[in-house]
């Protein structure tokens, strides 16, 4: 049984019932947020006991926005390995850098427990024609779960596209609709394709649940950490989902009584020089992001000019402590050919941008010696090439 009550939102308050299909705040825009009775749950569930489940994300079916079970479509996403890193950190006299490996989730990225909650969910609500503006791996990934749910789905993306991407989504029997522009101009295709078919996005924050995916990532790192967590967690920053999934799962642990310490982690944006809004706003001081005109940067997943949760993303830099950075593509290439030859592990240039961000916070001393640091390796370099 899911503890799901009815979905939130964070600026306005006003309440959505998660019976019917929903997108975002219809009164102020915002995204709304899953909300549990928690302290339900507190008295209830046992961490120990979902630890001892099969592996998974849907481990966390409880926590999880899911009435039923047998409307989850599941590939076998989540628990992914968190890896330390062994000679990259003794290059540097640093020892307590870990990446969280998303790479070996169904098809290749972290993109997957999104998808495999909001296609569970859609399937649930008897939604189905689900289409997404991608940079790529949510349309994979989404084209994947789709085509396990048996539900039609459409994904929109650029051009440009790794032509991995684009036949993975063809094969998954997706609609493959390419578009000569950036994510955004995907998004008003599928604005389109909303208003004109009866197709529902899954678009990032446009759709409630994705964020509910990704927040297992943040279950999974207090439990390996033995309900600790790490000082700080760099991600690599597009639409923010991973990023303020993380923060609402930690925050959820709290109220669950879980945590064995109230340090939560600083969390801390990286975003490349060609397309940083984030950056920009976080260090300006505002309180939402400006589009960013003529973005650009090899690394496509997080080429995204203006997040919905743009808010939302800086509200959980700030409440955290953590901080905001820009890389760029060249360093983002040279930190991807370290973690290769030195780890073993090939991942995309997003994931490959947060080993670049550790070390210019080590440089600058944001980040010290004494602390631990995951790295969240998004997606395998293998789907770029
Ligand atoms: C989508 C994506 C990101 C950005 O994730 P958000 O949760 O939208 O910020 C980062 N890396 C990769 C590989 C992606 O596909
Ligand atoms: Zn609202």
């Given amino acids: 049984m899911t503890y799901l009550i009815d979905l939130n939102c964070p600026q306005c308050e006003q309440k959505y019932s998660p019976s019917i299909q929903q997108t975002y705040c219809t009164d102020c825009q915002s995204p709304i947020l899953a909300r549990y009775n928690l302290a339900s749950a507190r008295g209830e569930l046992d961490r120990h006991e979902i630890g001892s489940r099969p592996s998974g994300m849907w481990r966390w079916f409880e926590l999880l ?24 950190a003794q290059n540097k006299s640093f020892d307590q850098i870990w990446v969280k490996d998303e790479s070996l989730n169904p098809t290749a990225s972290f993109k997957a427990r999104g998808l495999s909650a909001a296609v569970s969910k859609a399937n649930e609500l008897g939604i189905n024609k689900l289409v997404i503006p991608t940079a790529g791996n949510a349309g994979s990934a989404l084209a994947a779960y789709a085509a396990r749910a048996r539900l039609k789905s459409a994904a929109v993306m650029p051009i440009d596209t790794p032509s991995v991407i684009i036949e993975e989504c063809r094969l998954f029997g997706a609609e493959t609709i390419l578009v000569d522009g950036l994510i955004s101009d995907c998004a008003r295709i599928v604005g389109e ?42 991600y690599p920053t597009g639409g923010g989902t991973g990023l303020v999934g993380m923060w609402k799962a930690f925050k959820e642990l709290n109220e669950l009584g879980w945590l ?41 997943g997080i080429r995204v ?51 670049a961000a550790f070390y210019q916070l080590r440089a600058s001393g944001f980040i010290t010696p004494d602390e631990s640091t995951v790295l969240f390796m998004t997606a395998s370099g293998v789907k770029y090439i």
Avoid: H
């Fill in 65 to 88: 926005p899911v009435w039923d079970k047998d409307q989850v479509s599941s590939l076998g996403e989540g628990d992914t390995p968190l890896i330390q890193l062994k000679r990259v």
């Fill in 193 to 234: 394709m909303i208003t004109s078919g009866d197709w529902y996005s899954v678009s990032t924050f446009r759709e409630p649940y994705r964020l509910e995916g990704k927040k297992t990532m943040g279950y999974e790192l207090a439990e390996e950490f033995n309900w600790q967590l790490p000082d700080n967690i760099i």
């Fill in 260 to 300: 064995e310490d109230q340090n939560l982690p600083r969390m801390i944006s990286v975003q490349s020089k060609g397309c940083a809004p984030v950056v920009e706003a976080f260090n300006s001081g505002a309180d939402k992001c400006e589009f960013w005109e003529a973005a650009e940067t090899i690394a496509w």
């Fill in 305 to 355: 000019p203006l997040s919905l949760a743009d808010k939302l993303i800086l509200v959980t830099l700030r409440e955290s402590g953590g901080t905001a950075i820009a890389v760029s593509d060249n360093e983002i290439i040279a930190a991807q050919a370290e973690l290769a030859s030195q780890e073993g592990l090939f991942s995309s240039p997003e994931g490959a941008a947060t080993l």
